[in-house]
């Protein structure tokens, strides 16, 4: 018998009805004079609980408005799903709703709820709503209760970002911390995945072949998304195979397509990722790692540029002797990339990662760290955050070129360590020693460098009131350098100590007045300056400065 008719056609059922509805809606017991209903058929039975069940529910909405929830829909057998059905065809009163939450990745079509959604979505008052993660004010609560203290701001977005809104993973993930005393430095640190919530992605990876497994745990060395062909490259596997692979995962709602990139895959969410890393032995991850970074060089060989960033990191992950060479040479390229586009805080990292590469490989070039140290210090600088960080490289490269008798190094270490704390409003007595001892073995060249430590002279006794003459001398010298060279940018860097020394000095007003009045209009600030704080004057700026200072000590 079909249960798409409608009601009055199924004869006396109503008996029946209010035989087990009168007892709730009618009075205190059944009528005595109703006859037992007669047995039916299995399919006829069903419908009789279906329809008995659906009156129950409107009924009931007719006194008050009611509201049915139903939880974890993934988990209920095909009858369960067959009355809900029911109810969603038969229903007609806008006073109830049915609400029912199911797991998106639940709904496989082997399962009895695939078939049911689908029957769902026809129903002309069904809608069917994709849930999102919490926003960052709702993980604020959530942790505030499972913690029993306001969370910081910190906190909260390190919950949030790590969990993506999950309220599952936030609980979790709150109480896991809690319980290990590392609620406030999971704010700065990195948040481990709770074992709980390891043991619930676990579950669903048990469901999928060993070979999808092995593939998810190859791609999680990738990061949170990949490519097919890097993982085929990498693994020495057909790509077809891993395409199979690959859809199994996204039928398991463990992986999702990347819409805009085909053959690109993600994970649906961080921790899974998370958790197969960590599920990978120290040796093996190593390999993978060396395996993808090696894959990376040979997919992109003609346009490694774009990749930098990915090399730099599985060569350092690598974290073998022999992979140290590849590390340093990508982490510099990918930090000298950074600078040039200003992004000076990931400059700082890949610098950092250099210099840890240095540590592991096998007779590290001295000279070569010493340079790694001045940019990195020249890149904290242009954070603006790390002044103190920065005025500990140019010490340690100082240190490296003296023993290393290199005294163009040993210049430049002296000038930024001179640059960085004068602008920040404090002259120290290293970078004076410093500045005074690259001069002579500077001075047969004329290079740019060294009309650079000689206006860096000239401030240094400027601003100590010291040798007049001298001062205009090495400002001469070094404007007149600069200009044999025709380097705008150091031309630039020297008329900005000059103009200082006018401001220090206003007895060498005229002289140095007219000197910078004449290249002033021409001059660019260098990138370098761009980073700098100070180098928001341009040097008619400090012109400006001095011709002012000369009309006020004459009217003194």
């Known amino acids: 018998m079909s249960t798409n008719g409608p009601r009055k056609s199924y004869g006396p059922r109503w008996r029946w009805r209010a035989r087990h509805c009168h007892r709730r809606f009618g009075g205190a017991r059944a009528p005595s004079d109703l006859p037992a209903p007669a047995r039916l058929d299995p399919e006829q039975e069903r419908f009789r609980l279906f329809d008995c069940v659906t009156t129950f529910l ?10 049915l929830v139903i939880d974890d829909l993934h988990w209920a057998d095909a009858p369960s799903l067959a009355l809900l059905q029911f109810l969603a065809r038969e229903m007609g009163s806008d006073r109830l709703m049915v609400v029912a939450t199911y797991r998106d990745e639940e709904a496989r079509p082997e399962r009895p709820l695939f078939a049911t959604l689908a029957a769902l979505t026809s129903a002309p008052l069904s809608r069917q709503i994709a849930l999102a993660g919490l926003r960052e004010p709702d993980v604020a609560l959530l942790i505030e209760r499972a913690a029993s203290a306001k969370p910081s701001a910190g906190l909260i977005r390190a919950v949030a970002q790590q969990t993506e809104g999950n309220p599952f993973f936030v609980g979790e993930v709150v109480r896991w911390l809690v319980a290990q005393g590392r609620l406030e430095q999971a704010a700065t640190a990195t948040i481990q995945v709770p074992p709980s919530v390891r043991q619930v992605i676990g579950r669903r990876l048990q469901r999928l072949s060993p070979q999808c497994n092995e ?8 990061g949170r998304d990949f490519p097919i062909a890097l993982l085929a490259r990498a693994c020495g596997q057909a790509h077809d195979a891993l395409l199979e692979l690959a859809e199994e995962a996204v039928a398991a709602r463990i ?3 990347v819409s805009d990139e085909p053959g690109r895959y993600a994970f649906m969410h961080a921790l899974i990722r998370e958790t197969l890393y960590g599920e990978l032995s120290r040796v093996r991850r190593r390999r993978l790692h060396r395996q993808i970074a090696e894959a990376l060089e040979s997919l992109h060989a003609t346009h490694l540029d774009r990749h930098l960033p990915a090399l730099a990191y599985h060569f350092n992950e690598a974290g073998s002797p022999e992979t140290a060479e590849r590390a340093v040479t990508y982490a510099q390229r990918a930090g000298d990339r950074a600078l040039t586009l200003t992004a000076c805080e990931e400059a700082v990292t890949y610098y950092q990662r250099v210099l840890h590469a240095l540590d592991r490989a096998e007779g590290a070039d001295a000279l070569r760290r010493a340079r790694v140290l001045l940019t990195l210090g020249k890149a904290e ?6 002044l103190a960080e920065a005025r500990q490289r140019y010490p340690q490269a100082a240190t490296i070129a003296r023993q290393l008798k290199a005294p163009e190094l040993l210049a430049r270490a002296a000038l930024a360590f001179a640059t960085g704390p004068r602008l920040a409003g404090a002259v120290d007595t290293t970078a004076r020693s410093c500045s005074r001892k690259p001069t002579r073995p500077l001075a047969a060249d004329e290079t740019v460098l060294h009309a650079q430590v000689l206006a860096r002279l000239a401030l240094d006794l400027a601003e100590r009131a010291a040798a007049p003459e001298r001062i205009a001398a090495l400002c001469d010298e070094a404007v007149a350098i600069a200009r044999r060279h025709d380097d705008p940018d150091t031309l ?17 007003l005229p002289t140095r007045l007219r000197m910078a009045e004449g290249v002033g209009s021409s001059v660019r600030p260098s990138r370098e300056q761009r980073l700098d704080p100070a180098a928001a004057f341009a040097p008619h700026k400090y012109v400006q400065l001095a011709r002012r200072r000369c009309v006020f000590r004459r009217r003194g």
């Open 58 to 67: 409107e009924r009931a909405a007719k006194r008050r408005a009611l509201m």
């Open 215 to 222: 593939l998810l745990m190859s791609a999680a060395v990738v």
């Open 255 to 257: 992986l999702a397509e």
């Open 381 to 386: 600088f242009g954070c603006g955050k790390l």
């Open 492 to 508: 630039a860097q020297v008329l900005i100590n000059v103009a200082f020394c006018t401001l220090a000095l206003p007895e060498t």
